[in-house]
């Protein structure tokens, strides 16, 4: 998954939400319901043995730790009437919490700050993260999901085409695949003699719907369930462009030396696989069955 953009489009929502971004408020998240998505997380049942294998200094506190990029609908964001996280990611951690016993406490940060600060600040992270050989480098991935990108533009913008990006100006969150995705496009622009783009990253996620709402960008590359949300939610507003591109995992952060605490999520997020939570989390957010996977796996 490609960790993009948020999707939050009125001007009232974008201005709210956008606040909270920067923010660092420690939220904790029970499983007592879900927030706003339909699943109820109080049915997910711990399991003992698995709890069993959480680390000591986590399974005493009762809590888990998590950071995230709350800017992103519907995989992570604050809901504007609880001011409580909300979205799949959410969802699937706070289940994947309470499968081990413990109860996860999220810690809303730029997207661009979480990974050097998991394993110190936090315990583990989920906010879209792709698996990609350089993160795997520096910490554990457990996969639990997948999806690819999307070019968004303007619902009225019919000239944009994705085979020619040369010399647009064209927006992606900074930190993330796309922001290198188009980086290696400009450079293969200038390489053959052409225009470079002209790429605007944000490290604020709003503010790249809010630019191209506002006609500064040409396009913006998201992933494809914001995508898929967005267009259907706003057709007057937004659509996308193109086909799917680079379809791959999504995964939730531990530390490199945490070892013990990676292998006991990605047991948790295999059984929550297995008892099809996971496919009904996913369900609850109109998000595609085609995102599931069958096999967790720890890279």
Known sequence: MKKTIAIAVTALALGTLAGCSNADPEIESTPTASNGSGFD????????????????????????????????????????ATN??????????????????????????????????????YNAAISSFSITPE?????????????????????????????????????AQSGTSQQTYLEDASAKCTADGKAAISLKPESDAQMLTTKLGGGQLDAIMVDNIAAAFTSKKHPNEFKTVGDVIDSDDAGIVVAKNDEQLAKVIQAGVQALIDDGTIDKILASWDVAPSSAIKTSKLN
């Open 41 to 80: 997380l109080s049915t997910v049942q711990k399991d003992d043995k698995l709890a069993a294998e959480v680390p000591a200094k986590i399974a005493e506190s009762g809590k888990l730790s998590v950071g995230t990029s709350a800017d992103y609908e519907p995989a992570e964001y604050i809901d504007l």
């Open 84 to 121: 409580q996280p909300a979205g799949f990611d959410i969802d699937i951690m706070s289940a994947l919490a309470a499968k081990l016993g413990l109860k996860a406490e999220y810690t809303n940060a730029p997207f661009d700050s979480i990974l050097p600060a998991v394993g110190n600040k």
């Open 135 to 171: 993160r795997t480098q520096q910490v554990n991935m457990v996969s639990y999901m997948k999806s690819g990108s999307l070019f968004m533009v303007k619902a009225d913008n019919d000239g944009f085409k994705t085979d020619d990006l040369c010399g647009k100006t064209l927006g």
